[in-house]
C-alpha cells in the first residue's frame, strides 16, 4: 500500500509571495496518476491538477504541479487571498487511493 | 452543469447500519467512475471506495472492506454507500465524487457534492 506523505505541515506566507508544496510517496507512483486538490472550509474539495502536471479545467496557470516517481511538487507562483487553504495530494493508480495528510497554506 | 447531491446520513448507533444516496446530473452517469471519500470532523480526506462506471469492479479502503458495499444504478443515475458494523469512528463527512474521465477506473476526482454527515455514536 502507497502512503503519502505532505510537507511542510503548514506554510506561513504572505499574498503574492510563492508557495511550494511537496508530496511523497512510499513507492513509485506513476506521474499520470497523481492529483492535487485545494480545500477551503465549509467547501468540498476542488481539483487542481491530475497526472502531476495538468491543470483542471478553470484552474489559474499560477498554480503548478511537477514531480516524478516519489516526489512531486505543487507550486502556486504568486499567492491570492483565495488561495490560503488545504492542500492534498493523491495518488490513483494502485489501489489503495490514499490522500496525503493535507498542507495548510496560512496567511503570515 | 455536473451535479452531485448526497443524502442518507445521520446520527446511528454503533454496530448499525445507513446506507448512502448521491443522485447524480448534468453528465452521462453510466460513463463514469464513481467515488466515495470522507472526511473525519477536523481531519483530511480518506478514500473510501470506486466503482467502475458499469459497475462490476469496485475497491475499498481497507478501513472499510467488508463492512461497506459500494453500488450504482445507472437507470437511475444514483450511487449508493451500504454501511454496516458501524463504528465511531466512521464518523465523518461523505462526499461522493465523480472520476475525470469517462470509462477509465484510474482517475482523479473532478467533481464532488457537499456531503452527508454520517454521525456513530451512543
Known amino acids: 500500500e502507497i502512503v503519502l506523505t505532505q510537507s511542510p505541515g503548514t506554510l506561513s506566507l504572505s499574498p503574492g509571495e510563492r508557495a511550494t508544496l511537496s508530496c511523497r510517496a512510499s513507492?513509485?507512483?506513476?506521474?499520470?496518476?497523481l492529483a492535487w486538490y485545494q480545500q477551503k472550509p465549509g467547501q468540498a474539495p476542488r481539483l487542481l491538477i491530475y497526472a502531476a502536471s495538468n491543470r483542471a479545467t478553470g484552474i489559474p496557470d499560477r498554480f503548478s504541479g511537477s514531480g516524478s516517481g516519489t516526489d512531486f511538487t505543487l507550486t502556486i507562483s504568486r499567492l491570492e487571498p483565495e488561495d490560503f487553504a488545504v492542500y492534498y495530494c493523491?495518488?490513483?493508480?494502485?489501489?489503495?487511493?490514499?490522500f496525503g495528510p493535507g498542507t495548510k497554506v496560512e496567511i503570515k | 452543469e455536473v451535479q452531485l447531491v448526497e443524502s442518507g446520513g445521520g446520527l446511528v448507533q454503533p454496530g448499525g447500519s445507513l446506507r448512502l444516496s448521491c443522485a447524480a446530473s448534468g453528465f452521462t452517469f453510466s460513463r463514469f467512475a464513481l467515488n466515495w471519500v470522507r472526511q473525519a470532523p477536523g481531519k483530511g480526506l480518506e478514500w473510501v471506495s470506486t466503482?467502475?462506471?458499469?459497475?462490476?469492479?469496485?475497491h475499498y479502503a481497507e478501513s472499510v472492506k467488508g463492512r461497506f458495499t459500494i453500488s450504482r444504478d445507472n437507470s437511475k443515475n444514483t450511487l449508493y454507500l451500504d454501511m454496516n458494523s458501524l463504528r465511531a469512528e466512521d464518523t465523518a463527512l461523505y462526499y461522493c465524487?465523480?472520476?475525470?474521465?469517462?470509462?477509465?477506473?484510474?482517475?482523479?476526482?473532478?467533481?464532488w457534492g457537499q456531503g452527508s454527515l454520517v454521525t456513530v455514536s451512543t
Open positions: 493523491q495518488q490513483y493508480g494502485t489501489s489503495p487511493f490514499p
Open positions: 513507492q513509485s507512483v506513476s506521474s499520470t496518476y
Open positions: 465524487a465523480k472520476s475525470d474521465y469517462e470509462f477509465l477506473f484510474y482517475r482523479a476526482l473532478d467533481f
Open positions: 466503482i467502475s462506471h458499469h459497475g462490476d469492479t469496485t
